[in-house]
């Protein structure tokens, strides 16, 4: 089983690099996985999936951190997001969003479908999460935000994955670690480096005893 580990940024799986010895640049192959990375949101990351995924692949394995809208998960938590929708996919009519599905021009929500069942994957919380242009940070748009879907995380990356897998039809599973809570911007409170520490030792684990 040859997987493709897919992230937004080199720094978020800075430690798995490490780890394997990795060589620099957007993409690098080894017998085992291969890394692809895309660069930051869902456009980046469709393109470069639309150059690199291919039936080669019998898992897509999404690492990086997130948001969090609920507060139970502590920061540096490991989530598994297992649903993924395209926030901001849609249109306004007046207080009311339509979402393009409604509007009947595609999809906006999406499944990691996988057959896992390592105790590294069962034991990760299954959560739903949200995928946007624009990071939530106005108090006003975040309670309509969580009225409207629910998420438990915010990503501007991991619909574009699992869409992007759904269409070549290859299993994926996201994971994010939690380096913040979705609220107005408070950069002092973030811990991103514990995330990404938490983050990069689950893959190593992953990926040499998974």
């Known amino acids: 089983m040859k997987i493709l580990i897919v992230a937004a940024t080199r720094a978020e799986v800075s430690g798995l690099c490490n780890h394997f010895t990795l060589p620099e640049g957007d993409f690098a192959e080894t017998k085992q996985f291969d890394l692809l990375i895309t660069g930051v949101g869902m456009t980046a990351t469709a393109f470069a999936l639309g150059k690199h995924l291919s039936a080669a692949y ?59 069942s390592t105790t590294l994957v069962t034991a990760l919380p ?42 070549m039809g290859i299993p994926c599973l996201q994971v994010r670690s939690i380096s913040n809570y ?10 991103i480096g514990l995330a990404i520490k ?13």
């Open 58 to 116: 019998s898992l897509v394995l999404n690492l990086g951190i997130a948001g969090c809208y609920e507060w139970k998960y502590p920061l540096g938590s490991l989530l598994n997001i297992t649903e993924d929708i395209f926030a901001e996919l849609g249109a306004e009519d007046k207080d009311e969003f339509l979402t393009i599905d409604t509007l009947g021009f595609g999809q906006s929500r999406y499944i990691a479908a996988n057959t896992l």
């Open 182 to 191: 979705v609220e107005e911007r408070n950069r002092e409170s973030w811990k």
């Open 126 to 167: 299954k959560v739903k999460g949200i995928t946007v242009n624009k990071v939530s940070g106005n108090k006003t748009s975040i309670k309509a935000t969580e009225k409207r879907l629910q998420p438990a995380t915010e990503s501007m990356e991991g619909a574009a994955v699992l869409y992007s897998c759904e269409q």
């Open 198 to 210: 938490n983050l990069n030792e689950w893959a190593i684990e992953f990926l040499t005893n998974g």
